[in-house]
C-alpha cells in the first residue's frame, strides 16, 4: 500500500517558509544580537532538510539544482578571501572595517565587511551540513542504477 | 512571592525532565522513547521561558523559536524512520 502523508507535506510547505525567513532573520541580526553566519546556514540547512523528508530527493533536486559541494567550496573561499584582503592595506589578518552612507529616505545605513565574512561562514556551513545529510542518508536505490 | 513560583516552576520542570529521561531509557517500545524526547524539548522550551521571565531579558527567545524548530524536524525524522525504515527516499512515484 502506498503511504500517504498529505499532512506532513502540508505542513512542510508552510513551516519550511517559516525557517527560511527566521535564518535570514538570524543572519542579518548577527551584527549586534545573538545570531550570525554559523547559525543561519544551520537554520537554512533545517528547512532544506525539511523539504527532503516530506518530499524525497529527486523532486528537491528538481527546485534547487546546485551542488552542495560547490556552495561548501565558495563559502570558505569567500571567507578566506575577506581575510586575506585585509593584506592589501597592510593590517593583520581579518581585520574588519565599517561605513556608513546616507540614503534620502531611509535614512543612515551602516555598511561592513564583516558581513561579507559571514555571508562566507553561512554558506561553508550549509553546503557542508546538506552534504553531510544528503550522503549519509541515501537510499540503497541508487546503487542499483 | 512571584519569583518563588517561578522558581518552585522551573523546579517541577526539571523533575518531570528527568521523569522522561527514565522513560527514554527504560521504555518498552521505540515510539515511547520518539515522544519522551519529544516532550524533553517542550520542557526545556518551557523552561526558557521561564528563565527569561526570571532573568527579565529578551535575549532567550530566538533560542527557543530555534530550539521548537530543531525539536520539530527531529521528532519528523524519527518518527519517518520508525515508519518507512529509511529517511530520504530518492524516487517517491515508484
Not at chain 1, 8 to 14: A, F, G, H, P
Request: glycine share 8%; proline share 3%.
Amino acid at each position: 500500500m502506498k503511504p500517504n502523508d498529505v499532512i506532513l507535506q502540508t505542513v512542510t510547505k508552510v513551516a519550511s517558509f517559516i525557517i527560511l525567513t527566521f535564518s535570514v532573520y538570524l543572519f542579518l541580526a548577527g551584527h549586534h544580537n545573538p545570531g550570525g553566519g554559523f547559525i543561519g546556514g544551520l537554520g537554512f540547512a533545517c528547512a532544506i532538510t525539511l523539504l527532503f523528508l516530506a518530499f524525497d530527493i529527486k523532486k528537491v533536486r528538481e527546485g534547487l539544482p546546485v551542488d552542495f559541494t560547490t556552495i561548501a567550496f565558495t563559502g570558505v573561499f569567500i571567507a578566506v578571501a575577506t581575510g586575506m584582503g585585509s593584506f592589501l592595506f597592510g593590517k593583520p589578518f581579518l581585520s574588519q572595517t565599517f561605513g556608513s552612507i546616507d540614503i534620502p529616505i531611509i535614512g543612515e545605513i551602516e555598511f561592513a565587511t564583516a558581513v561579507i565574512f559571514d555571508t562566507g561562514v553561512a554558506l561553508a556551513v550549509f553546503g557542508t551540513a546538506l552534504s553531510i545529510i544528503y550522503t549519509i542518508s541515501e537510499d540503497s536505490s541508487i546503487w542499483k542504477r | 512571592m512571584f519569583n518563588l513560583i517561578l522558581t518552585l516552576a522551573l523546579f517541577i520542570f526539571s523533575l518531570s525532565v528527568a521523569l522522561f529521561l527514565y522513560r527514554v531509557v527504560k521504555g518498552p517500545s521505540a515510539p515511547d522513547r520518539i515522544i519522551a524526547m519529544d516532550t524533553i524539548g517542550i520542557n526545556l522550551i518551557a523552561m526558557m521561558a521561564i528563565l527569561s521571565i526570571l532573568l527579565k531579558t529578551y535575549a532567550f527567545f530566538e533560542v527557543i523559536l530555534l530550539f521548537g524548530i530543531l525539536s520539530f524536524i527531529g521528532t519528523i525524522a524519527f518518527s519517518k524512520f520508525i515508519e518507512r525504515g529509511i529517511l530520504v527516499e530518492y524516487d517517491r512515484d515508484r
